[in-house]
């Protein structure tokens, strides 16, 4: 199993436990657990309404591609630990990790 952490928009956090080779994105992981993420384009990297600042486990993580950067470079709220959970896979790498939900709700 893979454990990580989801931070909703009121800073309450949530274990989430998902079965290692499960092939989803973080973004569908959210939705799937009831967490109201817009996600408008559907994962394609084209609206950023799946923005997640990650609190703790950046390093882990593969770095965001272009389409992802360019993405987040159009948010104002956009830090250096921001990313598009669309763009991140449910892996071994969210191992530990804790990310807060930043996007807009639906």
């Known amino acids: 199993m893979i454990q990580f952490t989801i931070e909703d928009r009121n800073g309450e956090r949530q274990p989430i436990e998902i079965p290692e080779g499960i092939n989803l994105s973080l973004m569908?992981?959210?939705?799937?657990?009831?967490?109201?993420?817009?996600?408008?384009?559907?994962?394609m990297a084209l609206c950023a309404t799946c923005h997640v600042q990650v609190l703790e486990g950046l390093d882990a993580l593969p770095p965001a591609r272009d389409a992802e950067l360019d993405m987040l470079d159009t948010l104002p709220d956009a830090e250096f630990d921001s990313r598009l959970s669309c763009q991140i896979r449910v892996d071994e790498a969210l191992e530990g990790g804790i990310f807060k939900i930043k996007g807009p709700e639906q």
Do not use: I
């Open 28 to 43: 569908e992981v959210l939705k799937a657990s009831d967490y109201n993420v817009l996600a408008t384009c559907g994962g």
